[in-house]
């Protein structure tokens, strides 16, 4: 299974995004419920060691912050790939990342090494990018701007691909961000669906 740590914006935070979904053809947009700051990636593993990362994860202790949101943006220079609004990063922020990425080393799963670069993914871009709509997107929402969310969890997902394409996110487990580590969930629940998620 494919997993990875994430923070989840608030409600108004993602009806908020919701309305920058528009303007750029080609542009696959994400569900509401999609929408997520990732803190590490950790690619396929085993469930033996899912439930060494969860019991890492557990461990983690960081008190609750804000996380601000700033600007949009693209990946990809000569082939845009990637739509989405900026996260400000903060300490509290950076070292939650470090944690997940130091947490996997612990559960001997090897992540890549990358700089990082906190942000809400809002589509993914198929076939031929037109720059010229992409820029004017950017330029339209380049003052964006929300309150901040107060981070109180950060949680661990499982990614499983659609039968049309694209992926859905299922929730595994949960971590509370008030210094208070929470019982390790139970991973029997991490075997695929005979139908997988549609």
Not at 24 to 42: E, K, M, Q
Not at 52 to 64: K, Q, V
Not at 66 to 79: E, P, T
Not at 83 to 96: A, K, N
Request: include cysteine; glycine fraction near 8%.
């Amino acid at each position: 299974m494919r997993l990875f740590t994430a923070l989840k914006p608030s409600a108004h935070t993602c009806r908020a995004l919701a309305r920058l979904k528009k303007g750029v053809s080609g542009a696959r947009w994400h569900d509401p419920d999609n929408l997520h700051i990732t803190l590490a990636f950790y690619g396929d593993v085993s469930l033996d060691q899912a439930e060494l990362l969860d019991h890492e994860l557990g461990g983690i202790r960081c008190p609750g912050f804000d996380l601000a949101y700033k600007g949009v943006g693209h990946f990809g220079n000569l082939r845009p790939h990637n739509l989405h609004v900026g996260v400000v990063p903060s300490e509290s922020l950076l070292r939650l990342h470090t944690a997940s990425l130091k947490a996997a080393r612990r559960a001997h799963i090897n992540t890549e090494r990358r700089n990082y670069h906190p942000h809400v993914t809002l589509a993914y871009i198929r076939g031929e990018p037109r720059f010229d709509r992409i820029k004017a997107w950017e330029k339209n929402y380049n003052g964006f701007k929300l309150r901040p969310d107060l981070m109180d969890e950060f949680c661990l997902y499982s990614t499983w691909p659609k039968r049309r394409g694209g992926h859905v996110y299922r929730l595994e487990a949960s971590y509370p961000l008030r210094g208070q580590m929470r019982p390790a969930a139970a991973y029997k629940t991490l075997t695929r669906p005979s139908a997988g998620p549609n």
